[in-house]
């Protein structure tokens, strides 16, 4: 028998058991891609994460994301906690681990800041591996249907419900009012009629649903349904949040932009999050997009395989 360490965290929160939890594979070297999908689904956690060598000597890691039931290309809530992992253990691989982070993953190359305080981690940021790329538009009675509430209901006086990505797509709409979002519930049946191809060439429907607040129109609460991979509500999701942050402040008619938005997850859950999204448009383009969140240690331990 054989065993690899692991280590979990509470992911854009401070205190413990609330957040989206996270287990990290510290070194993941000998695990096959099949050993790497058993110990995802085993979890249940919306993702693992799975560490090995960079290829490139320069990079800090290279970092594998498994759901419970596939390897995804990028995703925010497992950079952010896999950086906290490797900054409080202080080196990955017989290598210092610094207060700047590269990681290689399959969307591309995932840099990443940590804020210390002494030895401790407070934070870590990322910036989305891709650039925004918007998909298709989605019906608002297609949204309704996933989850049972009114097509009314969808707002769509900004924008209507829409594929977009920055590293990972998502189906993203604006909800009426905060007690249309909390009476939200998927339904699975709906969720696989409604599978359509994502930007990054795939099938899947994963949905964000948002309310902004009318006085602080950067203060968001959301929830996140992707019941096709196995994660019936997911209580932080960090590419998605940055994602929707990244196309709404591409709608904005200003053309040079800098704008913090504060996304509040989790709620409806029990498990209440915050991420921090920063993004930069340039010349009527955004350029830049960032994923901020602190973490907190939860368990240790080992899976044998």
């Known amino acids: 028998m054989k065993t690899v360490a692991f280590t979990t965290v509470d992911v854009f929160t401070s205190s413990r058991f609330e957040g989206n939890p996270l287990a ?6 000998g695990l096959t891609d099949a050993d790497m999908q058993n110990i995802a689904a085993e979890f249940g956690y919306s993702e693992v994460t799975f560490i090995l060598p960079p290829e490139a000597p320069e990079n800090t890691a290279r970092v594998r994301i498994f759901t419970p039931t596939t390897e995804v290309p990028f995703a925010g809530h497992p950079n952010v906690g896999t950086a906290y992992v490797l900054g409080q ?3 990955v691989f017989g290598r210092p681990v610094g207060d700047s982070l590269r990681f290689e993953e399959q969307a591309g190359l995932v840099e990443v800041e940590l804020k210390r305080s002494g030895e401790e981690v407070l934070s870590a940021s990322i910036r989305a591996p891709k650039p925004l790329a918007i998909g298709k538009a989605i019906p608002e009675q297609t949204v309704a249907r996933c989850i049972a509430i009114e ?12 594929v977009a990505s920055v590293g990972l797509s998502f189906v993203f709409a604006e909800l009426a009012d905060l007690a249309a979002l909390g009476r939200a519930r998927p339904n699975l049946a709906y969720f696989q009629d409604a599978a359509c191809p994502t930007v990054e060439g795939n099938h899947d429907f994963s ?22 991979d196995n994660v019936p509500e997911d209580p932080a ?14 709608l904005e008619a200003d053309a040079n932009m800098n704008v913090s938005l504060t996304i509040e997850q989790g709620v ?33 331990g080992e899976i044998a395989y």
Not at 151 to 162: G, L
Not at 274 to 287: F, H, M, N, Q, S
Request: proline share 6%; charged share 25%; glycine share 8%.
């Open 207 to 228: 949905l964000f649903v948002y309310v902004r607040s009318e006085e602080a129109p950067w203060t968001i609460r959301a929830r996140m349904f992707a019941p096709l």
């Open 268 to 300: 409806e859950m029990g498990r209440r999050s915050l991420i921090g999204i920063d993004v930069v448009k340039t010349d009527g383009i955004v350029t830049d997009v960032t994923i901020s969140g602190k973490c907190t240690p939860v368990m240790r």
């Open 237 to 250: 999701t960090g590419s998605a949040s940055a994602a929707l942050g990244a196309y709404l402040v591409s």
């Open 89 to 91: 253990q202080g080196q």
């Open 151 to 162: 097509p009314e209901e969808v707002r769509i006086a900004r924008h209507r419900p829409v």
């Open 24 to 29: 990290v594979m510290t070194d993941a070297r």
